[in-house]
């Protein structure tokens, strides 16, 4: 059974840095793309940043020029920089492969002010 699994969240203050990462046990040869999504309170998941197995990338208009997504194999990685508390929620890694599409369980990412 396919999983991801992802750690690295925590709580920072604002301004601090944060990177997560989730470990695929999926063959990198299947992924299509990996992304990160978030899920704040009250509102509806959405996607953070994306990276295809060609290495586009794609990234939220709130995220761009802070947060950078990147991989090294089947691993993906989100490098958070100048946050925010407006980027507290609970972050979601996605995987898109031959097999279906995946999530992981979530890591909280708190942001105090």
């Known amino acids: 059974q396919e999983q991801l699994v992802e750690s690295g969240g925590g709580l920072v203050q604002a301004g601090g840095s944060l990177r997560l990462s989730c470990a695929a046990s999926?063959?990198?040869?299947?992924?299509?793309?990996l992304a990160w999504y978030r899920q704040a309170p009250g509102k509806q998941r959405e996607l953070v940043a994306g990276i295809t197995s060609r290495s586009i990338t794609n990234y939220a208009d709130s995220v761009k020029g802070r947060f950078t997504i990147s991989t090294e194999k089947n691993t993906v990685y989100l490098q958070m920089n100048s946050l925010k508390p407006a980027d507290t929620a609970v972050y979601y890694c996605?995987?898109?492969?031959?097999?279906?599409?995946?999530w992981g369980q979530g890591t909280q990412v708190t942001v105090s002010s």
């Open positions: 996605y995987a898109d492969s031959i097999w279906g599409q995946h």
């Open positions: 999926i063959s990198f040869s299947d992924l299509y793309a």
